[in-house]
């Protein structure tokens, strides 16, 4: 089925395992059971689905989703066209069918009444009910239901609800270790590990000052981003500045004493 | 002395002598030395000017010590001004001395010098003038307006602070801080006298506002930041002034209450003011983390000075070794004392060497050529190389040092100084532990000492800046606000005036339902939903007819978003609340006799209200604080707490709300800028103080009635910009004049004050709808 293939990760993803979470994931999925991944923003949680995805030799379907984001965007919907009208499937629907791990990222993002849709898929049932189409739709058995969510920056509202949360097995991810990121940044991106080693301690104070003015650490996604431009050549203050500091932060106080980090480290 | 001058003379100098007429016999003393350099400095003219205006002086009555000053000051001060300053001078003098301010031309004199070499120009020296003068016509006392009378009180303290205050703020600065003084203090002689020897605390505070240089109060969340990022840990900061300790200057230090550091740093040597606090944080982090305390008993005081000096070293280098840019800044602000700078044989050399050791460990481009400098510095390397090393090891390697370079003039009193005192190290006062009285064995038997902590009575004075409309500043900490807990009464009491309005209870209750479902939110671009949203859907429509794939979200529904309503409630328990109801209302009582309940009083009548709104409020469901004040000066304003945000509408606070009673003054701005602090830290939408009050802000030492009402003001526009909504419910029926002013439209005067409490939560209800 080339529909399925479209979806397979087909080059391996680098990966550094912080712990014992690639075996942990293997059982689950084995038994498929539904997986939330938990951490911060840029810590690896996508990058660890799509690695277990390719380990698992299994397609990958992601949906971001969003506020806007409602019931049918999920299972899908009838289309007007010039004949009449016609069904098209949705990413969850499709992965129930083709039998590939779907991957809801940032669920708490949507809508609660559209979050309530995966509930049928995650318990014994297995199934997707099609209420418009009239159809119960019986998973296939390679499917896998993946969430993720961010529990730091969102409010008091946005919090997945109780009987959603006892559905899934779960995973805290965190920011690697000092040596880890460091080992992860320089194997990312190739640099040498003494610069990773300055911008994982860059990283290290701004994640000091998470709530002291600061919502999110520096994530390891910024680490790279910065280690990629001063592959490219870029003055290492400046890429750090341009990369790690002016995204995450408008108060003047903090940006002056992460440029001051900055100066600090680089000699 | 003056006898050999007597017995021999140089024609010249008798000619001079002359000239100034006849003298004073101390003049006599010095007149030689004065003349000799006088004329070194001056012009020809310059010195003829020069000896008339000093026999001007001779004579003006004040005895000799004004022409004393002004033989000796005079030379100097020309050089620095030049000669031609010499008539605005007089004529200066000449104002004074026509006043009755005569006396502070003494002390004018005194500092004439030391302000000239401050000011440097002419010009400035001339606004220095004008601005005392003006000082002067504004300070002199007088008795019926037509002549002044008394002596200015606070001129002779401000020439003796002059050089000083110029030393630390410019003369634009200096305007501002005279000005400051004479506004608040003209009619306080006393008070005066402090503000301008800089003895009180809103001096130094004004002072302190019109320096230049990086101050730590303006830098503290930065700084919290910067231990915090770059160190993983926190520590308040105490500051301390450097200006008025001039003979002990302090250095920072830590203890188990703080970091202390200098109130401002200025640049220096390239290096911000903010690096160098940086850098006395990074110093005293250092210590904190790789400094553990050893025993000083063993070591002779130079040995410790030895071994603070390697330790200082020893945690820069491993500060370094984590952040290799603080080395930049250390190289910036270490000295870098000249090897022969210092000569053995004359003064003591002990810190002129430890310097130069310091400095050579730390630039690995050091100058010096000292074999032993540079021997210890290599092996205070080979020892870091390899591994943290520790203060013992320092410690060790100083005596070493200490053993190698000794010399006998170490022991000198003199001790060079200079180019020696690293100004980010800390004193190092942790870095040692002493074998105290009671650590040996055989003192087993004496009791020690255990101080008891005084235990803490309330909590301490928050202070409140207060808004001067005069100059249109804030005058700095000028009110204290004491917060207690309301004391506590029968809760019953509270119960039964609720009992006592129960019809009205009733109908508010009516209102209170209407008013809990409310703001109807509308969310479009739904495909299922309440009703069809017709632009979309038409949208949709023609998508679809054009042949392009319609949007299917073409319904939209509602929803109903809570209320989001924090609310404080401040009541003025001044003393005019214990008036009964007609004497509030200015008048006598009708027919006092007949009219039932006329005898209570406004309080009462606050307090049934404040219930019932209470009561609604809690029934709705909203946050609610209340706190009462009064105030007695603005060294006492007190503000009650009778409930918080998470107290619950209990026995408790209707306990307090049954205890409350009315006594003392309004000062106001200072109660709402309190009750604001902890509204504003409330999570919600709208944020509302109300403000129930009898009367005009004022208090008892404040004679100008406009003060505190401008100041009020302020502090309403001030809450406007924190996002909270002032509202006044006014029972003073004549109180339109100035409620007005202070509160914009945000007010409401309840004239028919015994309808108070019907009138409160209604009031507070329309506000909220």
New interface residues.
Partial sequence: MSNKDQYKVHKEPFYQAQGKEVALYEAAYAARLPVMVKGPTGCGKSRFVEYMAWKLGKPLITVACNEDMTASDLVGRYLLDANGTRWLDGPLTTAARIGAICYLDEIVEARQDTTVVIHPLTDHRRTLPLDKKGELLEAHPDFQLVISYNPGYQNLMKDLKQSTKQRFTAFDFDYPGVKLETGIVAKETGTDEEMAAKLVKIGTTARNLKGHGLDEGISTRLLVYAATLIKGGVEPRDACRMALVRPITDDADIRETLDHAIDATFD | MAEAHTEYEHPLMKGYREQLGFGFPQVAQVFEDCMAEALSALSREGIDAYLEYARFLCKMGRGAEPVLIFLEEWPSVATTLGESALPALKAFIHKMYKSPNGKAIVPFLQSLAATARRLHSQEQMQDYMDLTLDFMGRTTGSIHGIHTTFASPGLPEFFQQTPFLLSQVSIAGLKNWVEYGIRNYHDHPDRQRDYFSLQSADSRAMMQRERSGTLLFDNE??L???L???W?VSDHFVPYSLKFDELRKPIPYYDKLGIRLPDVFDDRNGVTG??RY?AVLAHVVGHKRWTTAIFADNMSPFQRMSAEFLEDSRVEYLAMR???????IFLALHPVPAEDACDPEQESAVRHRLAMLSRAILDANHPYQNPDIIEFAQRFHALMEQSESSTQEMADLAVAFGARTRRQSDQLPKIHFQDTEIDYRDDNRQMWKFIEEGDEEEAFDQNRKVELEEEIKGLPPRHYPEWDYNSQTYRPDWASVYEALHPKGNAADIDRLLDKHSALAKRLKRMLDLLKPQDKVRIR???EGSELDLDVALRSLID?KG?A??D??INMSHKTSGRNIAVMLLLDLSESLNESVFAGMGGKPPNSQKVAGSSQTILELSQEAVSLLAWAVDKLGDPFAIGGFHSDTRHDVRYLHIKGYSEQWNDEVKGRLAAMKAAYSTRMGAAMRHGAHYLENQKAEKKLMLILTDGEPSDVDTNDERLLIEDTRQAVKELDTKGIYTYCISLDPKADEYVRDIFGKQYTVIDNIQRLPERLPELFMALTK
């Fill in positions: 969340r930065k919290d930041m910067y915090r990022g770059l993983n903010i690096d940086r984590q952040y290799p840019g603080l080395r930049r671009y739904q495909e679809f042949g794939t319609p299917p979200r």
